[in-house]
Every structure is written in C-alpha cells, then in structure tokens.
C-alpha cells in the first residue's frame, strides 16, 4: 500500500506539473503579446509623429516656394524699373531720343517676360477664339474673314497653358 500511495502522489505531482507548465505558457505568452502590442503602439504613434512634422514641414516649404518664386520674379523685374528712373530723370531729350529709350525698355522687359515663360497673343489677322480673346466690338469687313481678329486693343499673355490676361479684341464678322 506504501508503494500505491507513493505512485499516487507522483502521479499527483505529475498533474501539477503538467497543470501549472500550461499556466506559465500562457502567462509568458501573454506577457510577450503585451510586449508585442506595447512595441506596435509606439511604432504607430512614432510614425504619427513624423507624419505630423513631415506635413508641417511641407507646409512650411510650400510657403517658401511661393515667396521665393515671388522674389525671384520681382527681382528679374527691377532692372526695368531701374530704367524708366533713368529715363524719368533725364532733363533734356527730344521725342526721338525718348521713344528710343521707351522701345529699349519695352523690348528688355518683353524679353524678361520671355525667359520666364510668358508669351503673348492676340495679333491683327489671327483667328478669334474666345477661350483666348474677349471680343468687345465687332465689325463688318469683306477684306477679312469671318471670326478673324480686326483691331487688337490689349495683347493677351500666357504661361504655359494658363492664360494671365485675355487679348481685348475687334472682331470682323
């Protein structure tokens, strides 16, 4: 009988054993899931971080952008203005002389325009298209044809695709 209950304990021991192991795995595993989800939270809130400091950074670079495409416009353009001071000073000048000076001026800054992209339209003869032309009169011409551009009051200009001003127009119907 001694033998019978030394066996029984073991086998009591045994089942401890065996209960309490499964415990312990559990428990280590659910130690090493919280670890997991506590190192995938801060994962997730570091990556909130930068997303929130690359958007301000983008931001901040797109103002940058636009004032230094401002500057950099506006500085292409003094040179012009430093002319028509020089011109406006200037005490004593005939007509011709001053027409020369004005076209000189005239042709730097349509040049200045040029190297940043913009051209002009709306020329005497081109054909109207009112996605590029404001028609404010019209006239009956036999010598030109119909829907084509009479009389041009102010030149149209683009950038690219966009148009910066309509060319004000005469039309021949």
Request: proline residues 2%; charged residues 35%.
């Amino acid at each position: 009988m001694a033998k019978e209950s030394i066996e029984k304990n073991e086998d009591i021991i045994e089942e401890t054993q065996t209960d309490e192991t499964p415990v312990d795995e559990s428990e280590t595993k659910i130690a090493e899931l919280e670890k997991e989800l506590a190192a995938a939270k801060e994962a997730h809130i570091r990556t909130l971080a930068e997303y929130d400091n690359y958007r301000k950074r983008s931001v901040k670079e797109k103002e940058n952008i636009y004032a230094d495409a401002k500057v950099s416009c506006l500085s292409e353009l003094l040179p012009v203005l430093d002319n028509f001071d020089r011109a406006l000073n200037v005490q004593q000048a005939d007509a011709e002389t001053y027409r020369k000076g004005m076209e000189m001026i005239n042709s730097s800054f349509i040049e200045i325009l040029k190297k940043l992209g913009v051209e002009a339209f709306g020329e005497k003869g081109e054909e109207f298209d009112p996605n590029f032309h404001n028609a404010v009169m019209s006239v009956e011409d036999d010598t030109l044809g119909e829907n084509v551009i009479a009389e041009v009051f102010n030149k149209g200009y683009k950038l690219g695709d966009k148009v910066l001003r309509h060319a004000v127009v005469k039309v021949a119907n």
